[in-house]
């Protein structure tokens, strides 16, 4: 049973415009969760991260929302640029440093 | 030391070889993990460490799967009599919020 979903495999959107990357979770014992980006033949590289004591957490053009009443949590990047295009995780944890649990990924085109 | 380092970057092997991947972890860092991937999935999780300490192990990590941290630095994966599943990614990261290293990306022929 997949415990960390992303139900859309891809998303393209319009440069300038916003990105929405959407994340379900099942455990309600997560309560640390991360972004991160994957280029093709790299290792995924951090973005940004939120706890369940917040709701929201920003970093410039990235910002993560937290819903933890519907297990749901989103990554918006605004404004969207070609070189966001990428694989993009989501990741949660039951407790800060422990194993992480990924979702299966969402790949984001920006489209010039 | 700017990041997590692995080696090598690519291994071709026979199946039934025995393969080590070596990582480098942040030098800061006390927690240093071990991740798979392959095509169209996300990383899962293999094991981590704290310092040299082995905290958690996957159901994924059979027996022909051994990771090691001796002195609390560097860390080895080791994989004996390769089949052909065992063909992915293998990440390592380190710090509390994973950075990742490049990869090692094994095919098993």
């Known amino acids: 049973d997949q415990q960390v979903k992303q139900n859309s495999p891809s998303l393209s959107v319009q440069e300038g415009r916003i990105s929405i990357l959407n994340c379900d979770y099942t455990n309600s014992m997560f309560d640390y969760f991360l972004w991160y980006k994957k280029y093709p033949a790299e290792g995924p590289t951090f973005l940004i991260s939120?706890?369940?004591?917040?709701d929201k957490n920003e970093d410039g053009r990235f910002t993560v929302f937290l819903n933890k009443s519907a297990k749901h949590l989103s990554l918006h990047i605004v404004p969207s640029q070609p070189g966001d295009s990428a694989v993009y995780f989501c990741?949660?944890?039951?407790?800060?440093?422990?194993?992480?649990?990924f979702g299966p990924g969402t790949r984001l085109s920006v489209l010039p | 030391d700017t990041g997590v380092s692995q080696d090598p970057r690519h291994k071709i092997t026979k199946r039934g070889q025995n393969v080590t991947f070596r990582c480098d972890p942040i030098?800061?860092?006390?927690?240093l993990y071990w991740y798979r991937q392959t095509l169209g999935q996300g990383p899962e999780f293999l094991t981590y460490f704290q310092n040299e300490a082995q905290l958690e192990k996957s159901r994924l990590l059979s027996d022909r799967f051994s990771a090691e941290r001796p002195k609390g630095s560097f860390s080895t994966l080791e994989i004996q009599r390769t089949e052909q599943g065992d063909s992915a990614m293998y990440l390592c990261?380190?710090?509390?919020?994973?950075?990742f290293g490049e990869g090692s990306r094994l095919t098993v022929l």
């Open positions: 939120i706890s369940s004591i917040k």
């Open positions: 990261a380190s710090g509390g919020e994973l950075f």
């Open positions: 990741a949660a944890s039951a407790q800060y440093g422990q194993n992480f649990v």
């Open positions: 030098s800061e860092h006390n927690r």
